[in-house]
């Protein structure tokens, strides 16, 4: 069975482009979220996606949005790209609501902004 | 606001010790607790999943434990090899339904 599939595996964008990142999550599963790691803060929730809607968002700038379709695969967007938003952006998915389930990450995005 | 706490930070051993890594959280109010691994430069690789009503959990090596009236989490590991060297990430399933991390500990096992 398909893990969860994060794409490009790398990024380099130059600052004040933006950047759309990919999830695809495992089969079955309506829950997508997204997270950042970085040295200095480790790792940070961005925000959850169940059945296409926003259910939960961490403590971010309206810069980061995301989006989840209609087969559950979720994208986010990070717009005005600032240095510090260089990353390891994760994504995880779970079968349902996540209490009972846990989740499954996928290898993550490494942005890079320069 | 939840906030989990990893000791040691690091930690660097001989081949074949048995060792423990400790998580502490400060709401008991959690749905869930997991443990992952990360290898540099790699994603989270769930190891155990602990649910609220359960005490421990067991997988090969592994056995993960819970508290939740203390607020505490154990990940026990078994006769250490050195490719269990990684870092060790406990997360706490709050309320909001997002995972919040600790810090992590860094693991190495020599040969």
């Known amino acids: 069975k398909a893990g969860v599939t994060q794409t490009p595996r790398y990024l380099i964008k130059t600052r004040g482009q933006q950047v759309t990142l990919s999830c695809s999550p495992i089969?079955?599963?309506?829950?997508v979220s997204w997270y950042q790691q970085t040295p200095g803060q480790g790792l940070q929730f961005l925000f959850e996606?169940?059945?296409?809607?926003?259910?939960n968002k961490g403590n971010f700038p309206g810069r980061f949005s995301g989006r989840q379709f209609s087969n559950s695969r979720s994208e986010m967007n990070v717009s005005t790209l600032e240095l510090g938003d260089s990353a390891l952006y994760l994504c995880?998915?779970?079968?349902?609501?996540?209490?009972?389930?846990?989740?499954?990450f996928g290898s993550g995005t490494r942005l890079t902004v320069v | 606001k939840q906030e989990v706490t990893q000791i040691p930070a690091a930690l660097s051993v001989p081949e074949g010790e048995n060792l423990v890594l400790n998580c502490s959280f400060t709401?008991?109010?959690?749905?869930?607790l997991q443990w992952f691994r990360q290898d540099p430069g790699k994603g989270l690789t769930s190891l155990l999943l602990?649910?609220?009503?359960?005490r421990e959990q067991t997988s090969g090596r592994l056995n993960a434990s819970l508290d939740k009236s203390s607020g505490r989490s154990t990940l026990y590991i078994a006769a250490s090899q050195p490719g269990d060297s990684a870092t060790y990430l406990c997360?706490?399933?709050?309320?909001?339904?997002?995972?919040?991390f600790g810090a992590g500990t860094i693991l190495r096992v020599k040969s």
């Open positions: 995880a998915s779970s079968l349902d609501s996540s209490k009972n389930y846990g989740y499954t």
């Open positions: 709401d008991s109010a959690i749905y869930n």
């Open positions: 089969s079955g599963h309506r829950s």
């Open positions: 996606y169940f059945s296409e809607t926003q259910r």
């Open positions: 997360a706490v399933i709050d309320r909001g339904n997002k995972l919040v």
């Open positions: 602990i649910q609220s009503s359960q």
